[in-house]
């Protein structure tokens, strides 16, 4: 589940209106559907961030994707219908379901939305125009999968000096990225 969020878009509307806004957002859309798979799907989630369904990549193929859809969005400016061309940058976060192989009903999609979320908002603490992921660790029981959501809200650092949570990020971000997790 990757959840896309475009970076400083209230300044798209408020300094170009909110035609221009909606435009950029059909071009976004447009531009996001072209890195679909069959099978894929994307929805607008709210205002204006997205929902990609990636199936069957695993959490390297997901990091891959992530990394793909932020670059793709600040390669070149979105074509907007009517209003010319927008400079636009995406801020990414995402989680895999299931999170846990060992124990894939621990953590249902909700759970899993949350932890793509909170590496959203991670990946904008950053500094925005970036990727944040969050994996389940090798050193998570499968008996104590069930709850990781909750923990990593409440103590990010904590699942990552346990092993049960593995913050995902490019190399330039990794040292940042706890720090980010925690808000």
């Not at 859809?69 to 995402?94: K, N, P, Y």
């Amino acid at each position: 589940l990757l959840l896309i969020d475009v970076d400083h878009f209230k300044q798209v509307n408020d300094q170009h209106g909110h035609a221009v806004g909606d435009a950029a957002l059909v071009a976004l859309a447009l531009r996001l559907r072209s890195l679909l798979q069959p099978g894929d799907d994307l929805v607008r989630w709210g205002g204006e961030e997205f929902l990609l369904v990636a199936r069957g990549l695993g959490v390297d193929g997901a990091r891959q994707l992530a990394r793909t859809v932020r670059d793709r969005v600040a390669a070149e400016a979105l074509a907007l219908r009517g209003h010319g061309h927008l400079q636009a940058s995406v801020s990414v976060g995402f989680a895999c379901l299931p999170f846990v192989a060992a124990a894939p009903q621990a953590l249902d999609w909700e759970a899993v939305l949350s932890l793509a979320d909170q590496a959203l908002y991670a990946a904008k603490r950053l500094g925005r125009n970036r990727w944040v992921g969050l994996a389940a660790g090798a050193a998570l029981p499968a008996a104590q999968a069930e709850g990781l959501a909750l923990r990593a809200h409440a103590d990010p650092d904590g699942c990552l000096a346990r092993g049960e949570l593995i913050a995902l990020a490019e190399p330039a971000d990794q040292a940042a990225v706890a720090g980010a997790l925690r808000g």
